[in-house]
């Protein structure tokens, strides 16, 4: 079993930035390609970005490109997600998950572990 949990959520102004965290814990973190979902208000949960196990590889929505940063550092089991030039349709509930695979994928049902989500609000 791999325990995913996600911080760094909060309010911020349009323009700003937040650093999301994902701290995981329970098995070999290097091994899993991990990835950061969001749902916001009535809608269904959405692909932000892959990175593989090992990092070096990754691959965004063309919503957050150039905007958003996805990293990890497998020494802390962390994944992170730098978001700068915040927008109001950023506002989401932001989720990390990972897969017992190398294989990168968009598909929220390809994971196999899921935080508890953090929420992001962007607004003035």
């Known amino acids: 079993q791999v325990q995913l949990v996600e911080s760094g959520g909060g309010l911020v102004q349009p323009g700003g930035s937040l650093r999301l965290s994902c701290a995981a814990s329970g098995r070999t973190f290097r091994t899993y390609a991990t990835a950061w979902f969001r749902q916001a208000p009535g809608k269904e949960r959405e692909f932000v970005a892959v990175i593989r196990g090992s990092g070096g590889i990754t691959y965004y929505a063309d919503s957050v490109k150039g905007r958003f940063t996805i990293s990890r550092d497998n020494a802390k089991n962390t994944m992170y997600l730098r978001m700068n030039s915040l927008k109001p349709e950023d506002t989401a509930i932001y989720y990390c998950?990972?897969?017992?695979?190398?294989?990168?994928?968009?598909?929220?049902?390809?994971?196999?572990?899921w935080g508890q989500g953090t929420q992001v609000t962007v607004s003035s």
């Open positions: 998950a990972a897969r017992t695979s190398v294989v990168l994928t968009t598909n929220a049902d390809d994971y196999d572990y």
